[in-house]
C-alpha cells in the first residue's frame, strides 16, 4: 500500500544539512528506543506494507545489510536494484527512473557517484530520497557515527573531533554535522587531498581546523577518525594516494596525545596497516563494531521519520 505522498510533503535526505539540530535530537532519542527494542526482541513494525528501493551502483556490505534488515525489521520490504541489473546501467534518464521507480515504492536509498545525480532522482522522485554514499557525502554514516559517540560519551556538542586523512564524503559530512550540531574538526589530509568548504557545503570556517600534522589533529581530540585512502570511484588513483597518504595512519601514537578517554571510529571497511594501526582499530578504544551496528539503528529511525514524522 503506497502512501499518496504529495511532493510538497517530501522530505529527503541527501546531505546531513537535511535536518536540523532539532530534529537531530529526536533522532538520536528514536534511536535509542529502536534499538533497545531490537535487542529486546520487541516488535516495532510502523512501516508495515512499505516498499523500500535501493539502488546500488558501488559496492556495499553494512548499508545494503543494515537498510535491507532494518526495513523487514520495521514491517516493510525491499527491492534492489544495481547499474548492472537494471536499466540504469543502460543509459535510461535519471528522470526518468525516479519518476517510474518511485510510484511503485514508498521511500528510496541510492549509492552512487556525483552528488548531482541523487539530486536530479530526488527532484523527480515523488517519495523520499536517501544518500547511501556519493562521492561527495555519506550522512547514514554520520548519522550512526554520532549516536555511537553518544552512546558511550554522551553528547557531542563542544567536542573535537580529529579527522585523520583524506578530504573525502567522510570528512565532508563531518564538516557539516559540525556546523549543526556545534562541535569542532581538527582536519588534516595530505597536500593535494584538503577538504573543500564549497563541496562540503558549510556556511563558514568556524567548526573547523585545519592541521599540517596529523598528530597535531589528534592533540587532545575527543574522537579520532580516519577512512581509506583511496574511496571508491577513485582506483586509478591509488598508487599515488599509497605514497601521498603514508604518514596518515592513525597509530597508537596518535591515540596517546589525544584524549585519556578518546574514542577512535572508522566507517569501515578498514585496511590495517594503511590509514589505521592494527593495535588501534582492534585496541581498547575503538569502537568501530558499535559504530557498524548503529547504521541499523541509525537508518531505522531515519526511514521511519522520513515516512511518518514524529510519533
Ligand atoms: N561504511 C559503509 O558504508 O560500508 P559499506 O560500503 O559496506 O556499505
Ligand atoms: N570513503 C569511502 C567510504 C566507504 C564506506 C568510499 O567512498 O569508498
Known amino acids: 500500500m503506497t502512501t499518496a505522498t504529495t511532493p510538497n ?37 510502523p512501516l508495515t506494507d512499505r516498499t523500500l528501493a535501493m539502488i546500488f551502483e558501488k559496492a556495499s556490505t553494512r548499508t545494503r545489510v543494515s537498510f535491507e534488515a532494518g526495513m523487514y525489521q520495521l514491517g516493510g520490504s ?10 540504469l546501467g543502460r543509459a535510461e534518464p535519471i528522470e526518468d527512473s525516479a519518476k517510474v521507480i518511485s510510484r511503485m515504492v514508498d521511500i528510496v536509498m541510492i549509492r552512487t557517484y556525483e552528488q548531482t545525480k541523487i539530486d536530479t532522482f530526488a527532484a523527480h522522485s515523488r517519495v523520499p530520497v536517501i544518500n547511501g554514499l556519493t562521492n561527495e557525502f555519506h ?16 553528547s557531542i556538542q563542544g567536542k573535537t573531533i580529529a579527522w585523520v ?5 567522510m570528512a565532508n559530512t563531518w564538516l557539516q554535522a559540525a556546523e549543526i550540531l556545534g562541535f569542532t574538526v581538527h582536519v588534516s589530509t595530505p597536500s593535494g587531498y584538503e577538504v573543500d568548504q564549497s563541496i562540503a557545503g558549510i556556511r563558514s570556517g568556524d567548526s573547523y581546523k585545519v592541521f599540517k600534522d596529523p598528530m597535531e589533529a589528534c592533540r587532545g581530540a575527543d574522537l579520532v577518525t580516519t577512512d581509506v585512502w583511496t574511496s571508491m570511484g577513485y582506483e586509478s588513483e591509488n598508487e599515488a594516494r599509497r605514497k ?6 592513525v597509530d597508537e601514537d596518535m591515540m ?33 563494531w558499535d559504530e557498524a551496528e548503529n547504521r541499523l539503528h541509525a537508518q531505522k529511525a531515519l526511514m521511519e521519520f522520513l515516512l511518518l514524522g514524529r510519533l
Request: charged share 25%.
Open 256 to 288: 596517546r596525545i589525544a584524549q585519556p578517554d578518546a574514542l577512535f571510529m572508522h566507517c569501515l571497511p578498514a585496511h590495517r596497516g594503511e590509514e589505521v594501526q592494527a593495535e588501534v582499530i582492534d585496541g581498547p578504544q575503538s569502537v568501530v
Open 78 to 87: 525491499v527491492v534492489h536494484l544495481t547499474t548492472g541489473d537494471s536499466q
Open 165 to 169: 586523512g583524506d578530504g573525502n564524503n
Open 139 to 154: 550522512p547514514c554514516q554520520i548519522l550512526a557515527d554520532i549516536f555511537t559517540y553518544i552512546e558511550h560519551r554522551g
Open 9 to 45: 510533503a517530501i522530505r529527503h535526505y541527501l546531505q546531513f544539512s537535511d535536518l536540523t539540530a532539532d530534529e537531530y535530537a529526536y533522532l538520536f532519542d528514536r534511536m535509542a528506543i529502536i534499538k533497545k527494542k531490537f535487542k529486546t526482541y520487541e516488535k516495532h513494525q
Open 244 to 249: 601521498a597518504f603514508a604518514d596518515w595512519c
